[in-house]
């Protein structure tokens, strides 16, 4: 398989659980909520977003292992893998300073926190990315 095809992979330490307390958004198990950019291609490794926003939106890291639909990696040309939802990748935002916050969401209207009732599968569970990576 091609390092830049999207991996039907484990989000490193990716756990689905129920409901999160707080936002219904996908969020580490610190609490720290995770986001995808609009202009993010799906299995794309050659986003726009690159080094220059990857100090305010860094990549989300990931471990290439079978797992539940909709959660996925993608390795980049620097052979770091990278968590995806729904093939998009996945980031922090450096502005949320601790658990819970939401502060990323439609920054610029193009930065989203990932609500996966929102999306195509509303009957699918949430998913944590545990702090292991």
């Known amino acids: 398989m091609s390092k830049s095809m999207c991996v039907g992979a484990a989000v490193a330490g990716l756990t689905l659980i129920g409901a999160v307390p707080g ?29 220059s926003c990857n100090a305010v939106w860094p990549r989300v890291p990931a471990r290439a292992m079978p797992m539940d639909e909709g959660i996925g990696a993608i390795v980049h040309e620097d052979g770091v893998a990278q968590a995806t939802y729904d093939g998009r990748p996945v980031h922090f935002y450096a502005g949320d300073r601790k658990p819970g916050d939401v502060n990323g969401d439609d920054v610029g209207s193009i930065w989203h926190a990932i ?17 292991d990576f």
């Open 23 to 51: 936002p219904d958004v996908l969020s580490a198990i610190n609490g720290m909520t995770v986001y995808v950019y609009d202009d993010d291609a799906p299995a794309s490794r050659t986003g726009p977003c690159r080094s």
């Open 115 to 131: 609500r996966p009732a929102a999306h195509a599968n509303p009957g699918a569970a949430y998913a944590q990315v545990t702090d």
